[in-house]
């Protein structure tokens, strides 16, 4: 198994205006610029499948949303040949604003591979992704 996370901690943004970003799937490209477009068969919750086209990639890519909890968290999974990766959202109000954190894991035999070829290039993009998130919720707040 492999793991890494980025956090960031901002002021003056409610965790409805997050939730609302995250949860507009088809406006994902205009704060994870790695993404081309992205749909989603449901609504924001356990079991809807994201398909979404990353820049550069030859082909779609589905992750399902395994956990859900409204204006709090949200995990994905997609399943790669021998190996899953996980993406954990979370924001938690603290004294200082509101903590956003995005945790990327990647499991099973394959994990070493798929983190090389998927799982550290989406990690070295966090900052960028996180800023751009921040920005849109806050326009949209």
Request: charged share 25%.
């Given at each position: 198994m492999w793991q890494q996370s980025y956090t960031t901690i901002v002021r003056?943004?409610?965790?409805?205006?997050?939730?609302?970003?995250?949860?507009?799937?088809?406006?994902?490209?205009?704060?994870?610029?790695?993404?081309?477009?992205?749909?989603?068969?449901?609504?924001?919750?356990?079991?809807?499948?994201?398909?979404?086209?990353?820049?550069?990639?030859?082909?779609?890519?589905n992750m399902e949303i395994v956990e859900c909890v409204q204006e709090r968290s949200f995990t994905d999974h997609t399943k790669f040949f021998l190996a899953s990766l996980f993406g954990t959202h979370t924001m938690e109000p603290t004294s200082e604003g509101l903590k956003l954190t995005t945790t990327i894991k990647v499991t099973g035999p394959l994990a070493f591979f798929w983190r090389k070829v998927v799982?550290?290039?989406?990690?070295?993009?966090?900052?960028?992704?996180?800023?751009l998130l921040i920005e849109r919720a806050k326009k949209l707040a």
């Open positions: 003056d943004l409610e965790p409805l205006a997050v939730w609302q970003v995250w949860a507009d799937i088809p406006n994902r490209p205009k704060w994870d610029d790695d993404t081309e477009w992205a749909k989603a068969n449901g609504p924001f919750q356990n079991g809807t499948i994201i398909s979404m086209k990353p820049k550069g990639w030859p082909k779609v890519v799982a550290e290039d989406i990690v070295k993009t966090l900052p960028q992704q996180t800023a």
